[in-house]
């Protein structure tokens, strides 16, 4: 078995490891991540691959064996999670975050609601990348990039057939996982953006593409609703996502195309100014 | 409408975290972890129920904002307190259920 030397994830440090092929896989992933720290990780991340089998170890447990990207999901679900606990100033929304016009628009929501491969698509229709997860938010009401992969579920692959020659897990398995880099000319944000516009996207399997201005306490109430922390951060939390929601626009879409969302989304931060 | 009813004076759960957004309250509570938010009327009423403010006087005050008749008010005020006291926003001893 080997390591690589850390990575991080927001203030999440972490190491690789593996047997030879599960290494490999893991670093094709995260090579984003690498990162040289003075300080050493405090966690660390094993893919074993034997036979098309992988297995994920965490701190050397296991945690999964089975599909091999499945089993890398299974260990991004515990870094993300990591790097939520690193942030103890920040609130973190659960979010997709993309940049345009030099402003962050969060598309706030929880699993399972379309949110990766709104993303994407966004992503694919000329935004920046800055999250599929997370949206940390500062004291400056800034977002920080948290800029992972972009996670797929195979219910989605043929919204967004187009991008399938980026998935650098090339497994043909359950998961796509998308380097977000080499989808748009914009690439991946690095620096911390205002936030421009909050987004609340409802899949409605062959809706039409519907678009609803929000009430400032309808920011506040979604973001609160789909903050991880907001337990820990308590009243500051509170008046940080009301300080947000007072402070941009926000608007509920109902969609039944990811990519048709993304089109009119484009025209609503042109409209905006984003 | 029970007299009983209209002589309540509901009063807020204790840890709410509440909050003013540009004329709506959002409001965090942190046993369930769930989030209300409040329309504008919501939130007007909201503000009276302070445990002495009872229900009669909250819905004729309402009637005269409002220009509705009190019968109208007295109504809507007790489905909004019944809509609160569903979400267990008020206090356990504020219940309308112990009129």
């Not at chain 1, 203030?11 to 593996?18: M, N, P, V």
């Not at chain 1, 701190?59 to 939520?84: C, F, K, P, Q």
């Not at chain 1, 967004?160 to 690439?187: K, T, V």
Request: aromatic share 6%; charged share 20%; glycine share 8%.
């Amino acid at each position: 078995m080997t390591t690589t030397a850390t990575h991080r994830a927001l203030g999440h440090r972490f190491s690789l490891g593996g047997n030879e092929d599960g290494l490999a896989f893991l670093e094709r992933i995260f090579h984003r991540m690498k990162h040289s720290c003075l300080s050493g990780p405090t966690n660390s991340y094993e893919l074993f691959i034997e036979d098309d089998i992988a297995r994920s170890v965490i701190d050397g447990r296991t945690v999964y064996s089975g599909d091999i990207g499945e089993a890398a999901s299974r260990l991004m679900t515990a870094i993300n999670h990591g790097a939520v606990r690193s942030l103890h100033e920040h609130d973190v929304i659960h979010a997709a975050v993309v940049s345009f016009g030099g402003a962050a628009i969060i598309v706030a929501a929880n699993s399972r609601r379309g949110k990766s491969t709104l993303c994407s698509a966004l992503v694919s229709a000329g935004f920046g990348y800055m999250s599929d997860e997370l949206a940390p938010i500062g004291h400056d009401l800034k977002v920080e990039p948290y800029a992972k992969p972009i996670t797929i579920r195979a219910g989605s692959f043929s919204v967004i057939p187009h991008l399938e020659e980026f998935d650098i897990a090339r497994q043909g398995s359950r998961r796509w996982i998308l380097d977000a880099h080499l989808i748009s000319d914009a690439g991946t944000t690095t620096t911390a953006l205002p936030i421009g516009l909050v987004v609340i996207p409802w899949f409605v399997e062959g809706s039409d593409v519907q678009i609803r201005s929000l009430s400032p306490g309808e920011i506040a109430a979604a973001l609160m609703t789909n903050s991880f922390n907001i337990p820990t951060r308590r009243r500051a939390g509170v008046e940080r996502m009301a300080a947000v929601a007072r402070s941009t626009r926000g608007v509920e879409i109902i969609h039944g195309n990811a990519l048709d969302a993304a089109s009119e989304l484009r025209q609503v931060a042109e409209g905006f100014g984003a | 409408m029970p007299d009983e009813i209209l002589q309540q004076s509901p009063r807020p759960s204790t840890g709410l975290e509440v909050i003013d957004v540009c004329g709506e309250l959002v409001i965090w509570d942190p046993e369930v972890d769930r989030v209300h938010r409040l329309d504008p009327v919501g939130t007007a009423l909201w503000r009276f129920l302070d445990g002495s403010t009872t229900i009669a006087e909250l819905a004729d005050d309402a009637s005269a904002v409002w220009g509705i008749s009190a019968d109208e008010a007295r109504e809507a005020v007790v489905v909004f307190v019944s809509s609160l006291q569903q979400m267990n926003l008020l206090a356990a001893d504020s219940h309308l259920d112990r009129a």
